[in-house]
């Protein structure tokens, strides 16, 4: 029998794993080999961990192994994040624990996803929520966040400091303990506590208001629901809006908020034919 068989899925994997890799690129030579890609005992080497006990996770003996050494051996592989969280599946029955990286930015494929939502305002928000990316509707309804300078572009300093933004919602008071329980249970979700602790700190200090709620400790999931404003233009307006998290990028999530009526999204389609960008 095979040392690495379907019941065997760690060991078939990182077996697999190993033989795509170049053993010149990691400084191996010796040009009398036998099988592509790494040896057994060069994995356990860049991973700092037994080659005996290497060898065994591959032959699928010793138990499971640890959180810390499916992650040396991950790194030892190159592998990507996708590739990562399915070794710890396979390896441990769950994801590993989440690794938050501040990036910039979207990709022009996710902004075209977010323009081709002619009526429907539309958001890209990182955990800490911080907007980076919108369409034409969202700069209309929402906020024009292309005349805010980048640090300006968080939702919770908006909320909190911006009266303009305060005088749209229906019931700000209620807004305000949803959207701090809900940035709480994002930047948690994400493994960006301690990213954050800087931000919450200056909101603490610039708003009592967002002290307070903070110190509620509350979470909340932003999930889906209807969102009331008082639109300057186009008057009381209802969205139906839901949230989605964005594939390939833990940091980000998009934010869809759906004319409630045919009404309401015929006044924004009005409104945009006659706005001049």
């Known amino acids: 029998m095979s040392e690495t068989t379907s019941e065997n899925l760690l060991g078939t994997y990182l077996k697999d794993r190993r033989t795509r890799l170049d053993a010149a690129a990691f400084g191996f030579g010796g040009s009398r080999r036998r099988t592509p890609g790494l040896r057994r005992e060069e994995v356990a080497q860049r991973a700092n961990i037994s080659p005996t006990w290497y060898t065994w996770l591959e032959q699928g003996r010793g138990g499971a192994p640890s959180a810390d050494v499916l992650d040396r051996i991950s790194a030892a592989l190159m592998l990507t994040d996708v590739e990562r969280e399915h070794l710890f599946l396979i390896g441990l029955g769950r994801p590993p624990e989440v690794r938050y990286q ?66 749209a919602q229906y019931d700000w008071d209620s807004v305000a303990r949803f959207v701090v329980a809900a940035f709480r249970a994002d930047a948690a979700r994400a493994g960006a506590v301690s990213h954050v602790a800087e931000f919450v ?51 980000l999530g998009m934010v869809v908020y759906n004319p409630a009526t045919p009404e309401d999204a015929e006044r924004i389609r009005n409104v945009l034919a006659t706005h001049i960008d």
């Open 102 to 167: 501040a990036r910039e930015g979207v990709s022009p494929r996710l902004q075209r996803v977010l323009d081709a939502l002619e009526t429907s305002p539309a958001i890209i928000r990182t955990a800490i929520w911080d907007v980076v990316a919108w369409n034409r509707a969202a700069r209309l309804v929402l906020t024009d966040y292309s005349k805010l300078p980048p640090e300006r572009r968080n939702i919770l300093r908006l909320i909190f400091s911006e009266p303009n933004i305060r005088a």
């Open 201 to 251: 700190d200056e909101m603490c200090r610039l708003s009592p208001e967002f002290a307070k709620l903070w110190a509620d400790n509350d979470v909340r999931s932003y999930g889906e629901g209807v969102k009331h404003l008082r639109h300057p233009v186009l008057g009381p307006v209802a969205f139906e809006y839901s949230a989605f998290s964005v594939d390939g990028r833990p940091d």
